[in-house]
């Protein structure tokens, strides 16, 4: 079974300032897809960023960009020029590309405060 | 359309009563999942929808819980005789079938938080 393992449970960043968070999985297969939620307080889930195993390159949305490290079955979520809207809980999840039920599988995540 | 949307928001429940939540998914989408969160925790997945057929079932969903899908539109989470353990945010979630493996992207709705006293 896939599992996805976020170990730093809180994070802060100073406003303007770059931060980086960590996000592990394990699995056996060899395609599948990654992904970054955010949630803000009180509000719905939204996908920040996803990556496709079998694409080498990082994905890149905006200030958001991950390093993918498919070999030490690493995924970080890098923001940069952080802002006060970025506060929220960050999830990293994994998803089958074999399972046809496209179930996202989620990390413990990891709540981010901006400071500014 | 507005995204998904899920009813009630908040509910408070005495332990051993039966509560219902209804999800309304984004229309063209016809992929639903239910998720169960738990505070300071990541969502769990519960089910599974592909039209109105529950194709799978975590085996988080006790007997307690059933969920339905009428006619591939909205859904209905159920617990029957609610214990304070099942106090959490449900979740809902769409998808559109897309190309490759388990379809585009999930759209969440902003959940419904049961609390069991």
């Known amino acids: 079974a896939q599992t996805v393992t976020q170990s730093q449970p809180e994070m802060s960043v100073q406003e303007a300032e770059t931060v980086t968070l960590s996000c592990t999985y394990d699995t056996s297969e060899s395609d599948y897809y990654l992904f970054w939620y955010k949630q803000p307080p009180s509000r719905q889930m939204i996908l920040v960023i996803r990556?496709?195993?079998?694409?080498?390159q990082n994905a890149t949305e905006n200030r958001f960009s991950v390093n993918f490290q498919k070999a030490a079955k690493s995924f970080s979520l890098k923001i940069s020029d952080s802002q006060l809207g970025d506060a929220a809980m960050y999830f990293c999840a994994y998803r089958s590309r074999l399972s046809n039920t496209g179930k996202l599988i989620f990390g413990q995540g990891t709540t981010l405060q901006v400071k500014p | 359309d507005t995204g998904v949307s899920q009813d009630p928001r908040h509910k408070i429940t005495k332990r051993g009563q039966n509560v219902t939540f209804r999800c309304d998914p984004i229309s063209e989408h016809n992929r639903l999942y239910w998720y169960r969160q738990t505070l300071g925790q990541g969502p769990e997945f519960l089910t599974y929808f592909q039209n109105e057929a529950q194709l799978e079932k975590s085996r988080l969903l006790s007997d307690r819980f059933s969920a339905e899908r009428p006619k591939g539109s909205f859904s209905t989470l159920e617990i029957q005789r609610t214990e304070q353990g099942d106090s959490a945010m449900y979740l809902c979630?769409?998808?559109?079938?897309?190309?490759?493996?388990?379809?585009?992207?999930?759209?969440f709705g902003q959940g419904t938080r049961l609390t069991v006293v």
């Open positions: 979630a769409s998808s559109y079938p897309g190309v490759g493996g388990g379809g585009t992207e999930a759209f």
């Open positions: 990556q496709e195993a079998y694409k080498q």
